[in-house]
């Protein structure tokens, strides 16, 4: 009987003793009688030597990446500067295959998916994702979700869980997915904002990750038709509270990454340039950022006129939408993080509460992030009644079926306030990722319900 223990790679440290170790083959590469082979599990990774009669075998020859395999060896520490995860090495005496792998798709793995288009990569997610890149994400994306919700809970935010099938819209009519609920119309959510106002009274500040749903018609960088949504509802507060709120939260969030070694090498790894906003961040007005685009030369498109109309391109104006590539030369050039703040209540929904110094604009906010843009949008809500009515008939909604919305505002109302931030524009800004594609286990986006 072999007793020889089982340890996991990348934590293995017993030098010197025999260890039997499970993995598949990440890498090989064969010189003159010896081969060398990088193992790996879902905890890291082994250099593994073959030589002697071992390298000689049929199975050793017709090794295929991705073959999963039982190794027996000797354990030993190589000098310091070697490239071995860990200085390690396992000298291996005996190996068993487990599952030969068909060494057709050898090529997919470890790809960086540069353009998050290439349709291949997209049909062999599944393969893809034994890859270092993609995997290193999840793991990223992971802690990030721990250090939010460690964030929250020392600002004592309540994690409550609103229901993803609703029959009320928050972000306009557009985006919906609609389905048949037995025999009635529903959708599924775009955001649990509405819900997440209804525990304050009881509850406190509260805060929800759950994924909202998004018919977005359009192929861009940064739109998924599902995406993981952490959302928090603050109670008695003021736009300023909401602002530094914000800053506090993403702020505490990446010193938790950082401050993880294991996370903090694999974010150095995705993202060697990455560096920790600095605080105050960069506020910026809706109206000055307009002006801010007109001096840069960057122009409004109005895409609702024709490709070839001479009126297309023109200097924005007040009350424009500013425009997702309009908004990335932006913060390409300012290259910080920037509150951008005081909407138009034009092109905002219809919760938002108005400034009262300017009532043209809203309390709203986006953070915006180099490379990405948007990945939070947040406001002060409308908390007078009367006030919520003419928003609902501002944008034609029907006030029936926000019946329990509106409820907030006749039994003690309060001023507050919240936001939505999207978990995979998080990660694509901290993992520097071309598009947020990279950043969810398997991407749904337009056409695209697969693997
Ligand atoms: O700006 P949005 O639409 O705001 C809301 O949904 C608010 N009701 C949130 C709130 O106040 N509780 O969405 C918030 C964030 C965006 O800033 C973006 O990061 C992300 O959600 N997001 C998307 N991410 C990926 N794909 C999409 N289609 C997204 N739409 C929004
Ligand atoms: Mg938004």
Redesign the pocket.
């Known amino acids: 009987l072999d007793e020889t223990e089982g340890v996991t790679l990348g934590t293995a440290d017993k030098p010197g003793t025999r260890v039997k170790v499970l993995g598949r083959v990440h890498r090989s590469r064969t010189q003159k009688e010896v081969m060398f082979i990088t193992l790996k599990d879902g905890y890291g990774q082994m250099q593994v030597v073959f030589g002697g009669q071992l390298i000689k075998t049929y199975a050793a020859m017709t090794l295929t990446l991705e073959t999963s395999i039982e190794i027996k060896g000797q354990l030993r520490e190589l000098p310091p500067k070697a490239s071995a995860p860990l200085n390690r090495e396992l000298h291996a005496d005996y190996f068993r295959i487990i599952g030969a792998a068909a060494g057709d798709k050898e090529a997919i793995t470890n790809k960086v998916q540069a353009d998050g288009d290439n349709q291949t990569l997209l049909d062999q997610r599944h393969l893809v994702l034994r890859g270092d890149n993609a995997s290193n994400v999840m793991k990223v994306r992971a802690a990030v979700l721990r250090a939010f919700r460690q964030a929250y809970l020392e600002t004592r935010c309540l994690e409550v869980a609103p229901p993803s099938m609703v029959q009320t819209q928050?972000?306009g009519g557009a985006?919906l997915f609609g389905f048949k609920y037995y025999d009635q119309e529903a959708y599924l959510t775009?955001?649990?904002?509405?819900y997440?106002e209804t525990c304050l009274p009881s509850m406190g500040d509260v805060f929800c990750i759950c994924p909202?749903f998004?018919a977005?018609r359009s192929l861009t960088r940064?739109?998924?038709?599902?995406?993981m949504?952490i959302?928090?509802?603050l109670d008695f507060i003021t736009f300023d509270d909401l602002l530094s709120h914000l800053e506090h939260v993403i702020c505490r969030v990446v010193d938790l990454i950082l401050a993880d070694p294991v996370t903090a090498a694999y974010v150095k790894d995705l993202n060697s340039k990455f560096q920790p906003p600095s605080r105050p961040f960069k506020r910026m007005k809706y109206a000055d950022a307009i002006e801010w685009l007109n001096e840069h030369k960057i122009d409004f498109d109005d895409d609702e006129l024709p490709e070839d109309d001479p009126q297309r391109k023109r200097p924005h104006r007040f009350g424009d939408d500013i425009a997702e590539a309009a908004e990335r030369k932006m913060t390409d050039i300012l290259n910080v993080p920037i509150f951008l703040t005081h909407f138009p209540a034009e092109i905002k929904?219809f919760?938002m509460s108005r400034d009262p110094a300017d009532r043209r604009v809203t309390e709203s906010v986006?953070?915006l992030m180099p490379n990405v843009g948007?990945?939070?949008?947040?406001?002060m809500r409308i908390s007078d009644y009367d006030e919520l009515m003419a928003a609902y008939k501002r944008v034609e909604i029907d006030a029936t079926p926000y019946y329990w919305y509106t409820d907030q505002r006749k039994y003690g109302t309060s001023p507050h306030?919240?936001?939505?931030?999207?978990?995979?524009?998080?990660l694509a800004w901290l993992c520097d990722r071309h598009t947020?594609r990279d950043c969810v286990l398997y991407p749904r986006?337009v056409n695209r319900c697969t693997p």
């Open positions: 928050v972000e985006t775009q955001s649990s904002q509405l997440l909202s998004r977005e940064r739109h998924l038709a599902e995406y949504h959302e928090a509802e929904a919760y986006d953070v948007e990945i939070v949008g947040g406001s306030g919240g936001y939505g931030l999207g978990l995979e524009r998080f947020v986006f």
